[in-house]
């Protein structure tokens, strides 16, 4: 079976998991090291568009995209055929010893997109966390400080120095210290449950006087930010503030860096979720996740004299902005210039929020409804409170599983529901997948 004809329907043909995953599950177990989780012990053997199929034959609908990865879709055809062609041609020769022409490509088209006008540069790099670790020592080289500051609730990767700047602790940092110096987290904006009418300018106020009183502005390089949080709970900020952030960044010499692993790449239905604040223009944009439908790849862009105040030699590594990774990034990326990617997350969300709005107003155990484009969530509590109720997700999301529809948890208190559909799912896939959850909702 050629698996770009895969059938856009959900089937299931065995109980989920079914006994070939069971079997393997036991293997996985036995060889693979256990800090290596698995959310869902379902084998994935192929899929395509929005639609997965296991090894045992059954069809489920994917709600995660990989976490927001495969956003242009599963085995997308253009990323197939840059692929193939690509692996056929070269796949290394290490950019800084004898260079080649898709990085540059990528890098040219991501310039043209982030936000800002300004002249720009960028870097390629392999995951999302090491295109954090690399924002954060250009911001420091070219200020020449060392503090930075991240935010309550953000997340930002699983290395020494990304650990540091994670706020939850479990599971992502519980035993892994000593973490890097230098990190400072800040208040968040977070409408849901800050005091309410506080503003965006408010929630900034908040943050920032933390940053002067504790940190000192004149001590920060960088202050690095999600513009809708991923991990977090697809937390939006409230409007202004992220630019009342930037401004007052750009007033004391501090590098803005916008955190669009999760965010970016068309999933918010503009490039970047930066895009949607107005006067909001982030120094630097670290881009990973949605950009190379599942290849492994990441960036980070920005001012030119930001970027290059770097001596050469400085950033690199031996596979960053690999050429068969680079092709499959360029493939993505200009199906998104060419137009039509951006009306799907939109779709996406016309069918979305009003089901999940309307869902609120049946099941009170429903607090939030909150995200923007193809990137939304639901945030559950106590019925008639605040109280975080992580047991509703986790029913929620075991019934989902159990009835062939993959859909994330998130959140620091882990009471989130995201949904981050590949933008190809179609209308009845999605709405069956809503069906589905629903009746999780109402079993509760
Ligand atoms: C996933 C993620 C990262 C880390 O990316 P990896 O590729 O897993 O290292 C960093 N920041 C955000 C916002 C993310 O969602």
């Known amino acids: 079976m050629n698996t770009l004809e895969i059938a856009q329907e959900r089937k299931l043909v065995t109980a989920i ?36 199929i296991d090894v045992d034959g059954n069809q489920l609908i994917d709600l995660g995209s990989g976490i927001g990865v495969v956003t242009i879709g599963h085995t997308n055809q253009q990323v197939v055929d840059a692929v193939i062609e690509q692996v056929q041609k070269l796949t290394h020769s290490l950019f800084t010893v004898t260079p080649y022409v898709p990085y540059i490509q990528v890098c040219e088209i991501l310039n043209r997109h982030t936000p800002g006008k300004f002249e720009k540069r960028s870097a390629l790099f392999n995951s999302g966390a090491e295109a954090v670790e690399n924002a954060v020592k250009i911001a420091r080289k070219h200020t020449g400080r060392g503090e930075i500051a991240v935010f309550d609730h953000a997340y930002h990767g699983r290395t020494n120095l990304t650990m540091a700047m994670n706020f939850k602790a479990h599971p992502y940092n519980t035993g892994f210290g000593p973490f890097a110096p230098g990190v400072n987290h800040v208040p968040m904006s977070y409408p849901f449950r800050d005091p ?31 513009p809708i949080q991923g991990e977090g709970g697809f937390i939006v900020p409230a409007p202004g503030f992220l630019k009342t952030i930037a401004d007052w960044a750009k007033k004391n010499g501090i590098v803005m860096v916008a955190d669009e692993v999760q965010s970016g790449m068309a999933r918010t239905g503009k490039w970047f979720a930066s895009d949607w604040e107005e006067g909001f223009e982030p120094d630097l944009v670290i881009i990973a996740k949605g950009i190379a439908g599942g290849m492994p790849i990441s960036a980070v862009t920005g001012r030119a004299e930001i970027m290059d105040a770097s001596h050469p030699g400085g950033l690199g590594g031996t596979y960053g902005g690999n050429p068969v990774a680079a092709a499959a990034a360029v493939a993505v990326l200009s199906q998104l210039e060419a137009g039509g990617v951006f009306e799907q997350a939109e779709r996406i969300e016309k069918i979305l ?11 009170p155990v429903m607090g939030d409804v909150r995200g923007r484009g193809a990137m939304q969530a639901i945030e559950f509590v106590e019925p008639g409170t605040m109280n975080p109720n992580a047991k509703a997700v986790e029913a929620v999301s075991k019934h989902a599983h159990q009835n062939g529809v993959v859909v994330l948890t998130a959140g620091t208190y882990g009471n989130v529901i995201r949904f981050l559909p590949p933008l190809a799912i179609t209308d009845e896939l999605l709405n069956e997948a809503l069906d589905v959850i629903e009746a999780g909702i109402a079993a509760l």
């Open 17 to 52: 998991p079914g006994p070939k995953s069971q079997e393997l599950h036991k293997k996985k177990l036995q060889e693979v090291s256990h800090g290596v989780g698995t959310m869902i012990p379902v084998y994935i053997e192929r899929a395509h568009g929005a639609i997965l």
């Open 196 to 226: 309410e009418g506080m503003t965006g300018e408010e929630a900034a106020r908040r943050a920032i006087t933390y940053m002067e009183k504790r940190v000192g502005a004149e001590s920060l390089a960088a202050v690095v930010i999600e």
């Open 353 to 363: 929020r009003p089901r999940l709005e309307a869902m609120k107003a049946k099941y």
